[in-house]
């Protein structure tokens, strides 16, 4: 089929990659209003043409937006305005306003909300690459307001991705995110800034930085262009989970100042369960993989 995917960065690119390697796309197309990404994602060979907006949905069976969270929310109802049988799916990380913004729109059934669970902290068409999305989770959001063929497509070009796929409501899609993962890069952001504040000397940080720290620090890397809207777009939930961490920071802080050792060890142990959790995920996601080899 024709694909036309808007906004050629790291997950657009890398969808760009595997819908070609893995035989879901004849023809791709690329959208996006940045020219030097555009004229980048051509020369990569991630897409086959780059064409304006209109061009690209009337040409394509499938419309990806793969663009910042608040570009989403601007550019869905002009998409679903273009369209006729196309099929459109996001791959935004923030549902709410993107879904309440097209509810009433007479080609919602075309749209299908999606969030899949990878990425790393680099951007752009560069960043893509091949297997990104191999073995991790998609979410389909509201899958109710969405039509049978729909999600069908969907569900065919990740399942050739080998993503487990799951559905669940946009709002508790919402507040799972800022609590997994928003508050993951807040987190990386103000260690590094905390760091670079105190150690004014680069050497400093080069010299005694190791492992445990480049591992934290990782996703102060990412974008501002993309986690910005992210943030405020999802701002209650984000606000909730900043309260929840500042009261914790707040109990370490406590803790060791009152050299209280019991206070300490009760919060790391309590902490060290999460270990159990994420052991578990890893199971189920070599369990998914083994499945799919046997299939």
């Not at 080998?162 to 807040?186: E, G, K, L, T, W």
């Not at 050792?261 to 994420?278: F, G, M, P, T």
């Amino acid at each position: 089929m024709n694909v036309t995917i808007i906004g050629i960065g790291l997950i657009g690119g890398s969808l760009a990659i595997d819908m070609r390697r893995r035989g879901i796309a004849e023809h791709i197309f690329g959208v996006d209003n940045n020219p030097d990404n555009a004229i980048q994602a051509k020369a990569l060979g991630l897409v086959d043409e780059i064409v304006d907006l209109q061009t690209g949905v009337e040409k394509a069976d499938v419309v990806v937006l793969s663009v910042p969270v608040d570009a989403a929310v601007y550019l869905a109802p002009k998409v679903l305005d273009m369209i006729d049988s196309q099929v459109v799916f996001d791959t935004t990380s923030v549902k709410l306003p993107l879904i309440k913004t097209i509810a009433s729109h007479p080609k919602r059934k075309n749209f299908v909300a999606v969030h899949p669970m990878a990425g790393t902290e680099y951007s752009g068409p560069q960043a893509a690459q091949a297997g990104l999305f191999d073995n991790k989770t998609l979410i389909i959001c509201d899958a109710e307001f969405s039509d049978k063929k729909s999600i069908a497509v969907v569900e065919d070009v990740f399942g050739k991705f080998n993503m487990r796929i799951i559905q669940m409501d946009a709002y508790s899609h919402d507040v799972h995110a800022a609590y997994v993962s928003h508050i993951s890069h807040i987190s990386s952001f103000a260690l590094a800034l905390s760091v670079l504040y105190k150690e004014k000397d680069e050497k400093n940080i080069f010299d005694m930085a190791g492992g445990g720290f480049a591992s934290t620090v990782r996703l102060a890397k990412s974008a501002a262009s993309m986690w910005v809207p992210i943030f405020l777009q999802n701002k209650q939930n984000v606000l909730e989970v900043l309260d929840t961490y500042i009261n914790f920071l707040y109990d370490f802080k406590l803790a060791i100042f009152n050299d209280d050792r019991q206070r300490l060890e009760i919060l790391i142990k309590r902490a060290n369960k999460v270990r159990d959790i994420l052991e578990t995920s890893m199971e189920q996601n070599s369990m998914h993989k083994e499945k799919i080899k046997i299939s």
